[in-house]
């Protein structure tokens, strides 16, 4: 490479266009995931107050949100349910009138062009607050996996493209992949939350699905922050179970994460970022601390950059937004 003065990178940083020409990493609205909160009755729209702008909706309200996504171009939705009803088996995951069965019918119905992906997990579902059955106090993890592949039906059965189980329970990619194949739900993909890291960031996030543990936390099957070949060993074990995507949970403070399990893989990544990064955004912006916007596009491309294909984000109609105009 030819040095200073024959090598001036400067040259092709002078205007818009050419920046725009030599961009190494490009983001585009398809490759933005919207999560959704979906609750029974109709309009139905409560504020989550720790996420500015972030609503639990109804079924009606909810779609009003997504129509709002898919005409900016937003590859898909991510829908969690808050239930009438929560018991310490959460059996609500699996009521076929449940919100989230119900918000897949009418996506499928009113917005086919939207990739719908629900989560599959415990947590909102069960009045104790965790991720699974508890026996003496601790998740028993195989007594969840047959819960968590109930779940998993009762979302295909809805009709929802992708399934995605969040729960960190050893073994549940496989019990859901058999389960939906036994039962004819062979072309429904699996996107695994595959490394999901037991997290500071994840508090806002526990208002807005009302799935705050009732005591303990989730660092007995949630992954330690510091472990990096352990997010390998879980992706790698995911992919051989039959997962078709996985995931990295955060986005923002594991983007080395990101990068090796895309690098090692090769396989479709998703990186969530998750309430807490959206809302420190939200909360530095709303004090003129940064630019939200700029802020806002420059924490998506990061992630993208570190190698991932699909980014789920509170930010994703406003950030499709810019990036449409």
């Keep these: 490479m030819p040095a200073f003065p024959e090598y001036r990178p400067r040259r092709l940083r002078r205007t818009a266009a050419l920046r725009a020409m030599v961009r190494e990493t490009l983001l585009a609205p398809s490759q933005l ?42 590859g898909g939705v991510l829908l969690f349910g808050i239930p009438a009803h929560k018991d310490a088996e959460g059996s609500s995951a699996w ?33 104790h607050g965790h991720c699974g059955v508890l026996v003496n106090g601790d998740v028993d993890n195989d007594a969840t996996l047959e819960l968590l592949a109930r779940e998993a039906l009762s979302h295909a059965r809805a009709g929802a493209d992708v399934v995605a189980p969040s729960d960190m329970m050893d073994g549940r990619v496989g019990a859901i992949r058999r389960a939906l194949d036994a039962n004819g739900f062979d072309q429904t993909s699996i996107m695994a939350y595959s490394a999901k890291f037991a997290s500071a960031y994840y508090g806002p996030f526990r208002e807005a699905a009302e799935s705050t543990p009732q ?15 352990e997010a390998l060993r879980e992706t790698w074990q995911d992919i051989e179970e039959g997962a078709d995507m996985v995931m990295v949970k955060p986005a923002g403070p594991f983007l080395d994460i990101v990068a090796r399990v895309k690098m090692e893989t090769g396989y479709p990544l998703a990186a969530y970022q998750v309430s807490g990064e959206f809302a420190m955004i939200q909360a530095a912006a709303e004090r003129g601390w940064i630019d939200r916007e700029r ?18 984000t509170y930010f994703a109609v406003d950030a499709a937004r810019l990036l449409n105009g």
């Design 295 to 312: 802020a806002m596009m420059e924490s998506l491309l990061g992630i993208r950059r570190a190698g991932a294909d699909v980014i789920i």
């Design 95 to 127: 009521d076929d009138e449940g919100p989230v069965q119900q918000a897949v019918r009418a996506l499928k119905r009113e917005l086919p062009q939207l990739v719908v992906i629900t989560d599959v997990c415990m947590c909102e579902y069960t009045s």
């Design 215 to 229: 005591s303990g936390d989730r660092r007995g099957y949630q992954m330690d922050p510091g472990n990096a070949e």
């Design 33 to 74: 995931v919207l999560p959704l909160f979906v609750r029974p009755g109709s309009g139905v729209r409560q504020p989550v107050s720790s996420m500015p702008g972030v609503n639990q909706t109804s079924v009606d309200e909810m779609l009003t949100d997504a129509r709002a996504a898919a005409e900016q171009g937003v």
